[in-house]
Nanobody, 122 residues
């Protein structure tokens, strides 16, 4: 079992930046691929970014490429999502996720955090 706790969300103006953090506990963090997804009101959950166990492979959905960066620190059991040039359409609840083995499919992730709200004002 893996427990995930996100932090770092908040209210920011368009063009601003936020860094989300997700701390994992319960199992060997380095054995897990990690991902970030988001869900805006009235919309389906969207897979935003993923990173493999070593950090050597990353994935980004098209809408965030060049603006968001996913990274991890296995010594701190933490994965990050650096979000720059934020837009109002990035407003959503952001969720951290984990699974054994790297995957780009949202449905493959079986451990989830409680989410952190990101609001981008225009």
């Amino acid at each position: 079992q893996v427990q995930l706790v996100e932090s770092g969300g908040g209210l920011v103006q368009a063009g601003g930046s936020l860094r989300l953090s997700c701390v994992a506990s319960g199992r060997t963090f380095s054995g897990y691929a990690m991902g970030w997804s988001r869900q805006a009101p009235g919309k389906e959950r969207e897979f935003v970014a993923a990173i493999n166990w070593s950090g050597g492979s990353t994935y980004y959905t098209d809408s965030v490429k060049g603006r968001f960066t996913i990274s991890r620190d296995n010594a701190k059991n933490t994965v990050y999502l650096q979000m720059n040039s934020l837009k109002p359409e990035d407003t959503a609840v952001y969720y951290c996720a984990a699974r054994i083995g790297y995957s780009l499919k949202l449905s493959d992730y079986n451990y989830w955090g409680q989410g952190t709200q990101v609001t981008v004002s225009s």
